[in-house]
């Protein structure tokens, strides 16, 4: 009887035994290093639907707040790529110190872009501030298509002039450690683009080997 009790007991105690424990061989792909956890930052956690995660080379991650409000086709646009995969390996191939960062060209020459249709220019009030993310374009005022690039200091001649679809909203010290140069000697690259909301792992394959286009490259000018 005392044998049977105690096997009894044993059965429930495995039977109950926390989740935790059963789940410890999947647990998630590591975050880069500095990352902050998105349950750490409520800024994260309201609408991951319309939170853009980059994952640098430089080890660290980036979270853009996405406005719809703003720019709804350059959003949709943004989050359209970044499911695909497109900015993935992709390099910051023009970056100014005391400008602006830029990104989202495959070929790595500010030449390429998506085989999407450009996006109609979405101008609006708000202003280039440190952090901002617009998007970068030819000098047709519609020629934006999968190009963008972060403000690293206040650039107000920029406002109405290219789309300012969001904000950097934690990471910014990632965006200030992308190396200069137009390219950059050895450039800071996107490991991973993904939506927040799709609880996607940060993606730890080297990136493909850019192409070569030639096509117009897309520029922001020190003057505009």
Same mark, same amino acid.
């Given at each position: 009887?005392?044998?049977?009790?105690?096997?009894?007991?044993?059965?429930?105690?495995?039977?109950?035994?926390?989740?935790?424990?059963?789940? $410890?061989?999947?647990?998630?792909?590591?975050?880069?290093?500095?990352?902050?956890?998105? #349950?750490?930052?409520?800024?994260?956690?309201?609408?991951? $639907?319309?939170?853009?995660?980059?994952?640098?080379?430089?080890?660290?991650?980036?979270?853009?707040?996405?406005?719809? *409000?703003?720019?709804?086709?350059?959003? $949709?646009?943004?989050?359209?790529?970044?499911?695909?995969?497109?900015?993935?390996?992709?390099?910051?191939?023009?970056?100014?110190?005391?400008?602006?960062?830029?990104?989202?060209?495959?070929?790595?020459?500010?030449?390429?872009? #998506?085989?999407?249709?450009?996006?109609?220019?979405?101008?609006?009030?708000?202003?280039?501030?440190?952090?901002?993310?617009?998007?970068?374009?030819?000098?047709?005022?519609?020629?934006?298509?999968?190009?963008?690039?972060?403000?690293?200091?206040?650039?107000?001649?920029?406002?109405?002039?290219?789309?300012?679809?969001?904000?950097?909203?934690? /990471?910014?010290?990632?965006?200030?450690?992308? $190396?200069?140069? *137009?390219?950059?000697?050895?450039?800071?690259?996107?490991?991973?683009?993904?939506?927040?909301?799709?609880?996607?792992?940060?993606?730890?394959?080297?990136?493909?080997?850019?192409?070569?286009?030639?096509?117009?490259?897309?520029?922001? /000018?020190?003057?505009?």
């Amino acid at each position: 009887m005392l044998k049977r009790l105690l096997a009894a007991i044993a059965a429930c105690s495995v039977a109950f035994a926390p989740a935790a424990f059963a789940q $410890e061989e999947a647990a998630p792909a590591p975050t880069p290093t500095g990352a902050i956890p998105l #349950s750490a930052n409520p800024d994260l956690t309201h609408d991951p $639907e319309n939170i853009l995660l980059l994952d640098l080379s430089n080890g660290r991650r980036v979270a853009i707040r996405l406005v719809p *409000e703003w720019a709804p086709s350059h959003v $949709e646009r943004i989050k359209a790529l970044a499911r695909a995969g497109f900015y993935d390996g992709v390099i910051f191939h023009r970056v100014i110190d005391g400008f602006m960062a830029q990104t989202g060209d495959p070929t790595g020459t500010g030449r390429g872009g #998506s085989d999407l249709p450009d996006v109609p220019a979405e101008f609006n009030m708000f202003p280039h501030v440190r952090g901002s993310v617009s998007m970068a374009r030819a000098s047709d005022r519609d020629s934006a298509n999968s190009q963008f690039f972060i403000v690293f200091y206040p650039r107000f001649s920029l406002d109405r002039n290219y789309t300012n679809f969001g904000r950097v909203i934690a /990471g910014m010290d990632a965006v200030d450690a992308i $190396e200069r140069g *137009e390219p950059p000697a050895n450039p800071t690259y996107v490991v991973q683009a993904s939506v927040a909301a799709d609880g996607k792992p940060q993606k730890l394959a080297p990136p493909p080997a850019p192409a070569v286009a030639a096509t117009p490259p897309a520029q922001i /000018g020190l003057s505009n």
